[in-house]
């Protein structure tokens, strides 16, 4: 990690996270406390089972947040972007983190101490509905990934899967809505479905064949968003 100054009334994240409902005091507080670094592509930003010391949020790039099991294989519990913060549920919840955070391309995250992060909480009801409203959110996105690894097969999953890469990662910098602008290796499309790298490779091409998607290097590119819905939903 390279270490940074980033001025947070200059942070395009400020606009779309709970940074926007501080005070001119508290913002001062904010800045005085965080710190900030450059990760590369692969880099840790912190690790599962160790203690929250703080929030850390997202400024640019995005992460992956991966579990573990007792063989060692991870697990994707879901993605981050630009705006979002991450560790503050296992702070709140006084627990341990559970889960890595992976940088999956070049990202630039700042760290805000647990004690000004719960003096925010304290002391400005805006942001605890701010911080509520997004624990409540990410209980309902982990209620439906459970309904689908019970109830959709692996075709119907790995169709819902692009298309939330799709809306997740949108190349920004030409609004081509279609492009899934990430590269993820095969292994992590298939941790995220649920199934064996083999068999989302195979159903990768039979999607290509069926003129659903087709590849732009290690790039995939939607062509038939209404086709991939209709096998996404096939189950509902």
Do not use: W
Not at 33 to 55: M, R, T, V, W
Not at 123 to 148: T, V
């Amino acid at each position: 990690m390279q270490k940074i100054h980033l001025d947070c009334n200059n942070c395009d994240s400020k606009a779309v996270s709970f940074l926007t409902y501080c005070t001119n005091e508290e913002s001062e507080m904010v800045m005085a406390a965080k710190s900030c670094g450059h990760y590369k592509k692969g880099q840790s930003i912190f690790n599962e089972d160790n203690i929250p010391l703080g929030i850390y949020c997202l400024s640019k790039g995005a992460i992956k947040l991966t579990r573990s099991n007792k063989d060692g294989k991870e697990q994707i519990i879901r993605f981050a972007r630009e705006g979002e913060f991450l560790g503050y549920r296992a702070l709140i919840a006084d627990e341990r983190l559970v889960a890595t955070a992976t940088c999956i391309e070049d990202t630039i995250c700042c760290f805000i101490p647990k004690n000004v992060f719960l003096a925010l909480l304290e002391k400005n009801s805006q942001i605890n509905k701010y911080m509520l409203k997004s624990l409540c959110h990410d209980l309902g996105i982990a209620d439906e990934r459970i309904q689908s690894l019970a109830q959709k097969s692996v075709r119907e999953r790995l169709a819902e899967t692009l298309l939330f890469l799709q809306i997740t990662f949108q190349d920004e910098n030409t609004l081509d809505e279609s492009l899934i602008s990430v590269t993820l290796p095969r292994e992590d499309i298939a941790n995220i479905v649920g199934t064996a790298t083999e068999t989302v490779i195979r159903l990768l091409s039979e999607f290509k064949a069926d003129k659903l998607i087709d590849m732009e290097g290690k790039k995939i590119r939607i062509l038939n968003k209404t086709g991939l819905e209709r096998i996404s939903h096939a189950s509902v």
